[in-house]
C-alpha cells in the first residue's frame, strides 16, 4: 500500500522559513515526478511545484516561484518543499504528491497525480 506521510509543518510567522518533508513508502516513485499542492477550506486544491523524476526540472506556481524551492532524494523516496520569506497568504494545507503529470488545458499547463499524501498545516501569522 503506497503511503506519502509529510512532516515539516506547522506556525511560523510572516518572513520566515518551513521545510516540509514528505516520505514515501510502499512502492518507489524514482522513476515518477513528485510535487506539492495546497488547499485553503471550501477551494479546489491548488499546484504549488514539480520536480521531474531525476530533479533536472522543476516548476512552480507563479505565487511562490523564488520563495520556495522544491527538491528530491530519491534514494530516499523523499520529496521537499523549502518555503522562504514566507506570507500570510501561504497560510493552508499543503498536500504532497506522487506520479505527478502535466497535461494542457486552455492553453495552461496543468497538473494531477496518481496518490496524496495526509496534508500538513502552515500557518503564517502576520
Do not use: H
Request: a positive charge.
Amino acid at each position: 500500500q503506497v503511503q506519502l506521510v509529510e512532516s515539516g509543518g506547522g506556525l511560523v510567522q510572516a518572513g520566515g522559513s518551513l521545510r516540509l518533508s514528505c516520505a514515501a513508502s510502499g512502492r518507489t516513485f524514482a522513476r515518477n515526478a513528485m510535487g506539492w499542492f495546497r488547499q485553503a477550506p471550501g477551494k479546489d486544491r491548488e499546484f504549488v511545484a514539480t520536480i521531474s523524476w531525476n530533479g533536472g526540472s522543476t516548476d512552480y506556481a507563479d505565487s511562490v516561484k523564488v520563495r520556495f524551492t522544491i527538491s528530491r532524494d530519491s534514494a530516499k523516496n523523499t520529496v521537499l518543499l523549502q518555503m522562504d520569506s514566507l506570507k500570510p497568504t501561504n497560510t493552508d494545507v499543503y498536500y504532497c504528491a506522487a506520479d505527478v503529470r502535466s497535461y494542457r488545458s486552455g492553453g495552461i499547463i496543468r497538473y494531477t497525480n496518481t496518490y496524496w499524501g495526509q496534508g500538513t498545516q502552515v500557518t503564517v501569522s502576520s
